[in-house]
């Protein structure tokens, strides 16, 4: 029964989230990106981690490619999702440079991945993340998301707490207008550290998780 509301909840606050980021405008979106893409490069947990995974931007999203273009100027190694359509698998696979984007393959969801037969290191066989950028449709300051249904970050936090020997710190990037005042979740709901957005302080939401 509490399954049932929660997802009955979660579905109604999808379609509200929805219609706020779409009455976005282009010039919006793209301010707070670049105030999110600022406050990222001065963070101490991007600052220190070494390996970090980020999420390519879809068009309701805060902006990454410039974060993308730091992590290399930074020397830090990038790793992009690569989604299994068919379940809720997801892996994290090496970026060679930040102009490789452009040349990947489109999914039909209309995101730029490696395709599926194409070998490329993944960060948990080679020694786990440091950093993992969150995408999500809505988030409250508790470290709540709500992501699009599918489960793949959830499922991919799990085995990195099962493949890791530390906990990779996680961090949402939200627009403004996608902080709730609650997240309704369940039982399969992965907690994020922080959730970065335009009005958020430096310290995490969440002390206990980020420790």
């Known amino acids: 029964?509490?399954?049932?509301?929660?997802?009955?909840?979660?579905?109604?606050?999808?379609?509200?989230?929805?219609?706020?980021?779409?009455?976005?405008?282009?010039?919006?979106?793209?301010?707070?990106?670049?105030?999110?893409?600022?406050?990222?490069?001065?963070?101490?947990?991007?600052?220190?981690?070494?390996?970090?995974?980020?999420?390519?931007?879809?068009?309701?999203?805060?902006?990454?490619?410039?974060?993308?273009?730091?992590?290399f100027r930074q020397g830090k190694t990038c790793f992009i999702p690569r989604y299994q359509f068919q379940s809720n698998h997801m892996d994290m696979v090496k970026l060679a440079s930040a102009a490789e984007i452009s040349s990947l393959p489109k999914t039909s969801w209309n995101i730029a991945q490696p395709g599926e037969d194409e070998v490329r290191e993944e960060a948990l066989s080679t020694?786990?993340?440091?950093?993992?950028?969150?995408?999500?449709?809505?988030?409250?300051?508790?470290?709540?998301?709500?992501?699009?249904?599918?489960?793949?970050?959830?499922?991919?936090?799990?085995r990195c707490l099962q493949q890791q020997e530390h906990r990779p710190y996680t961090m949402a990037l939200a627009f403004r207008e996608q902080v709730c005042l609650q997240v309704p979740v369940d039982e399969h709901d992965m907690k994020v550290d922080e959730v970065l957005y335009e009005d958020s302080s430096a310290s995490p939401v969440l002390a206990s998780a980020a420790e």
């Open 127 to 158: 020694g786990g993340l440091d950093l993992i950028f969150m995408p999500g449709l809505g988030f409250d300051r508790d470290g709540n998301r709500l992501g699009r249904g599918r489960g793949y970050y959830d499922a991919y936090l799990r």
């Open 1 to 71: 029964m509490a399954a049932a509301v929660a997802r009955g909840a979660k579905r109604s606050l999808r379609a509200e989230l929805k219609q706020r980021l779409q009455a976005m405008s282009t010039e919006e979106r793209l301010r707070q990106s670049c105030l999110l893409t600022e406050k990222v490069i001065a963070h101490s947990q991007y600052q220190k981690s070494k390996r970090i995974s980020i999420f390519l931007s879809m068009q309701d999203e805060v902006e990454t490619e410039e974060i993308i273009k730091d992590i």
